[in-house]
T-cell receptor, first 114, second 115 residues
Framework: AQKITQTQPGMFVQEKEAVTLDCTYDTSDPSYGLFWYKQPSSGEMIFLIYQGSYDQQNATEGRYSLNFQKARKSANLVISASQLGDSAMYFCAMRPYGNNRLAFGKGNQVVVIP | DVKVTQSSRYLVKRTGEKVFLECVQDMDHENMFWYRQDPGLGLRLIYFSYDVKMKEKGDIPEGYSVSREKKERFSLILESASTNQTSMYLC??????????????FGEGSRLTVL
């Protein structure tokens, strides 16, 4: 079974600064995908970024980038130039290739302050 | 615009009532999922379905059942609601594993309160 760990307490971030959200995972599967989702206070889950375990490059999507360190089993999300609309819960998730299930971490709360 | 639609955003039920949570997706996805979200616990998988009439238990299936009679629709059933089932319920869908990244598309959630 996969285990996803997000242990940071709630974070306050100054607008326009960068923030890094930590995620570590534990799996015995050799191939897997890593995901980050955003959940604002309205409740919907928004897909942000995906990283495949065999991808050579770290994934980037606009202001989001994923700092993937396979040997350390970490997949940290970096949000650059924070905006007030980035205030939300952020969830890290993982799915082994060929497996339908996505396992989630417990989330990180981020509050962006002006 | 592709969508996962959950029938109710907010429900209030009494202990012992039978509760149906409905979810419909318009993306022709093979997989559909029901998650429960509680503060400090993240998202926990209740059940998922990988095809019509097919289902698999997730991590916390006790007290729940599901139904998938049509590809686009996945229902979560609480046969006899209890107060510890008060929670946010999230439905999601995805393509089958291996066909692409397999990201989940979520509905807006159904917040259930059991009194």
């Amino acid at each position: 079974a996969q285990k996803i760990t997000q242990t940071q307490p709630g974070m306050f971030v100054q607008e326009k600064e960068a923030v890094t959200l930590d995620c570590t995972y534990d799996t015995s599967d050799p191939s897997y995908g890593l995901f980050w989702y955003k959940q604002p206070s309205s409740g919907e889950m928004i897909f942000l970024i995906y990283q495949g375990s065999y991808d050579q490059q770290n994934a980037t999507e606009g202001r989001y980038s994923l700092n993937f360190q396979k040997a350390r089993k970490s997949a940290n999300l970096v949000i650059s130039a924070s905006q007030l609309g980035d205030s939300a819960m952020y969830f890290c998730a993982m799915r082994p290739y060929g497996n339908n299930r996505l396992a989630f971490g417990k989330g990180n709360q981020v509050v962006v302050i002006p | 615009d592709v969508k996962v639609t959950q029938s109710s955003r907010y429900l209030v039920k009494r202990t012992g009532e039978k509760v149906f949570l409905e979810c419909v997706q318009d993306m022709d996805h093979e997989n559909m999922f029901w998650y429960r979200q509680d503060p400090g616990l993240g998202l926990r998988l209740i059940y998922f379905s990988y095809d019509v009439k097919m289902k698999e238990k997730g991590d916390i299936p006790e007290g729940y059942s599901v139904s998938r009679e049509k590809k686009e629709r996945f229902s979560l059933i609480l046969e006899s609601a209890s107060t510890n089932q008060t929670s946010m319920y999230l439905c999601a869908s995805s393509t089958k594993a291996g066909s692409d990244t397999g990201e989940l598309f979520f509905g807006e959630g159904s917040r259930l309160t059991v009194l």
